[in-house]
């Protein structure tokens, strides 16, 4: 499961639409399906019905909204962790050496 298949994911579940979701992401709808048909693959199981107007969460992709959204946040906590630690290191990836 990659992190670019929950943001789809959580993307076409929050707008209820693919081609909202491709334009919320910057992509177009091709990739934006096949990321989900992948996670849906992937888990064995439908996560979505596919209606006129759009998508609609199965009970199955209920159950992975809350889970995907906290992993998609825990994502982000260590992402900007690992910046603040760096602190003034940013840039060349070489460490400081110590002062004299």
């Not at 596919?50 to 199965?58: F, N, Q, S």
């Not at 998609?72 to 002062?99: D, W």
């Amino acid at each position: 499961m990659s992190i670019t298949h929950l943001q789809s994911f959580v993307a076409v579940a929050e707008e209820g639409h693919v081609g909202r979701a491709a334009r919320r992401l910057h992509l177009t709808q091709p990739p934006l399906s096949r990321h989900i048909l992948a996670l849906e693959d992937e888990l064995g199981t439908p996560l979505f019905e596919r209606v006129p107007k759009g998508m609609r969460l199965l009970p199955t992709g209920e159950a992975l909204l809350h889970h995907a959204r906290r992993i998609l946040e825990e994502v982000e906590v260590a992402a900007r962790t690992v910046r603040e630690a760096a602190g003034g290191s940013r840039g060349s990836g070489i460490p400081k050496p110590p002062p004299a």
